[in-house]
């Protein structure tokens, strides 16, 4: 049985403006999980992670992290087990090497000098930066820091990993390479929350996807049932992949990406020829 590793119950958390951000919400993440979180802007994703990171106090309710209350839990005992990366990687970037910044999460736990060493060395390995380990941060680009940022998250060896928007920015092979790293390291066994607004990655990459809308939780399921037509997305300012409506037009099937499109188009031509032939 998987560990449940993140679980928020009944979470209500109001700005010191008076805007109440979420309202009775309830989330749950297990150890393994590929959860994405998404909405519409304004839905509360950001309140919610910021929560979980214990960097905001719920109003009401209880957040426990492996069995722990968070309110308890000093940022130290956070990062051991929740990594954090945040929308843009010049926010979290501040060393002049990329190793040097890696290493630096490790040094503040306390790590012992080798082990310091050890988890950097496979963190830039895992994310493809060890050829980079002596350039300066700042002359990376887009995409390379985001992954210096992953790197430096994943070398305090987090079992879970939030991302907030990780691939805006970047161009699509840049978010491609993000969003494969992210696979590799959930099979590597890292949990992943993906906060995103693209639905394409949630249908290709995500295995549950939670929605906020107005602070409410409206939809907790796999990516699939999301976009089968039996939720009302559109009220939620959500829209399908357009692979998938494609697929569905045209093959009367559900493709997750538009790779997948092109296979099942190719098939369905050659099927075409057979009969014909
Ligand atoms: N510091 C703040 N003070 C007051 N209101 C805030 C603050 N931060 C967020 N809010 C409001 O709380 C609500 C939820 O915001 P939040 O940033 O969590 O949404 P989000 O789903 O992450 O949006 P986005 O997709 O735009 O990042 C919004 O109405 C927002 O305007």
């Keep these: 049985m998987p560990e449940l590793l993140l679980n928020m119950k009944d979470i209500e958390f109001t700005y010191s403006s008076g805007k109440k951000a979420l309202a009775k919400v309830d989330f749950t993440v297990t150890a393994g999980e590929f959860v994405a979180l998404a909405g519409r802007n304004g839905s509360g994703k950001t309140t919610l992670t910021r929560l979980a990171m214990a960097l905001l106090k719920p109003g009401s309710g209880s957040i426990h992290l492996r069995g722990h209350n968070t309110a308890a839990m000093t940022t130290a005992d956070m ?7 945040f ?3 010049d926010r979290q970037i501040f060393r002049d090497s990329v190793v040097k910044e890696v ?3 490790p040094e ?3 790590f012992a000098p ?7 060395a496979w963190a830039l390995a895992v994310t493809g930066l060890t050829e980079l380990a002596g350039s300066f941060p700042r002359t990376l680009s887009r995409g390379q820091k985001q ?13 879970m990993l939030i991302l907030d928007e990780p691939t805006s920015g970047q161009d699509p092979w840049e978010a491609q390479s993000l969003m494969e790293l992210l696979t590799e390291l959930n099979q590597q066994g890292i949990t992943i929350i993906l906060v995103t607004h693209d639905m394409e990655l949630i249908s290709r990459y995500a295995v549950r996807a939670v929605v906020l809308e107005q602070g409410r939780k409206v939809f907790d399921g796999p990516p699939a049932e999301l976009f089968d037509g039996s939720q009302d997305i559109g009220a939620w300012g959500l829209m399908p992949p357009s692979a998938l409506a494609l ?3 045209l093959t009367g099937m559900n ?4 790779d997948e499109l092109v296979e099942q188009l190719a098939a369905a031509i050659k099927r075409r020829g057979e009969q014909y032939a």
Excluded at 79 to 85: E, H, M
Excluded at 147 to 158: D, N, T
Excluded at 255 to 258: G, P, Q
């Design 147 to 159: 992954k210096v940022a992953i790197a430096s998250a994943i070398a305090m060896r987090p079992q």
């Design 79 to 85: 990062a051991r087990s929740i990594g954090y990366v």
């Design 114 to 120: 080798a082990a310091v060493t050890e988890s950097a």
């Design 255 to 258: 493709a997750r990406s538009a």
């Design 247 to 249: 697929s569905r037009q």
């Design 108 to 110: 503040q736990l306390g």
């Design 103 to 105: 290493a630096y999460g």
């Design 87 to 89: 929308q843009n990687p």
